[in-house]
């Protein structure tokens, strides 16, 4: 069992940033691999980014690239999504997951945490 606890969501204008943080507990949190994902109002909840404990491996959305960085911090067992360059159609409530291979971070991860809602004001 994982367990995944989001922060850092809030409101910020339009061009802002924003850092989120996730903060893994639980049995092997090693072993996984952590991802990003999001949800619009009204839409289906979508991939962001995903990460490997040591940062070697990371990919994103092509929605995001550019502007969104994920990083991990081992030690702390803490995955982050910084966000700058904000956009409105960035709004939505973020969610932390970790899934046991690449792959299934970005389609289908196992683990959930509660989400944190990011919105964006133009």
């Known amino acids: 069992q994982v367990q995944l606890v989001e922060s850092g969501g809030g409101l910020v204008q339009a061009g802002g940033s924003l850092r989120l943080s996730c903060a893994a507990s639980g049995r092997s949190v090693s072993r996984y691999y952590m991802g990003w994902f999001r949800q619009a109002p009204g839409k289906e909840r979508e991939f962001v980014a995903r990460?490997?404990?040591?940062?070697?491996?990371?990919s994103y959305a092509d929605s995001v690239k550019g502007r969104f960085t994920i990083s991990s911090d081992s030690s702390k067992n803490t995955v982050y999504l910084q966000m700058n360059s904000l956009k409105s159609e960035d709004t939505g409530v973020y969610y932390c997951?970790?899934?046991?291979?690449?792959?299934?971070?970005?389609?289908?991860?196992?683990?959930w945490g509660q989400g944190t809602q990011v919105t964006v004001s133009s």
């Open positions: 990460i490997s404990w040591s940062g070697g491996s990371t």
């Open positions: 997951a970790a899934g046991q291979t690449f792959y299934a971070t970005a389609t289908n991860p196992p683990y």
